[in-house]
């Protein structure tokens, strides 16, 4: 099993950035897919972003594409989520999601963290 705790959410201005922090439990971080989710008021929860585990190969959402980033550090277990030229509607608590490569869903999850991105 792995526990996950995100970090790094926040206020910020339209144009600004944040880096999200999800730190992994367990020794076997590596072993598993990590991704972003995110939920905004009102809204189903939605994909923002995955990395894969050796590779490292990476998918976005084509609505952060070319603006946020994903990106995983074994060595420390946290995966990151660098979000670059924020928009209002990238307000949403976003979680951390983890599964292992032989499960087709995403079963664990952090608590979530805010970001809102203000006009």
């Known amino acids: 099993q792995v526990q996950l705790v995100e970090s790094g959410g926040g206020l910020v201005q339209a144009g600004g950035s944040l880096r999200l922090s999800c730190a992994a439990s367990?020794?076997?971080?590596?072993?598993?897919?990590m991704a972003w989710f995110r939920q905004a008021p009102g809204k189903e929860r939605e994909f923002v972003a995955r990395i894969t585990t050796s590779s490292g190969d990476t998918n976005y959402a084509d609505s952060v594409k070319g603006r946020f980033t994903i990106s995983r550090d074994n060595a420390k277990n946290t995966v990151y989520l660098q979000m670059n030229s924020l928009k209002p509607e990238d307000t949403a608590i976003y979680y951390c999601a983890a599964r292992l490569s032989v499960v087709p869903q995403y079963n664990y999850w952090g608590q979530g963290t805010q970001v809102t991105v203000s006009s």
């Open positions: 367990g020794r076997t971080f590596n072993n598993y897919h």
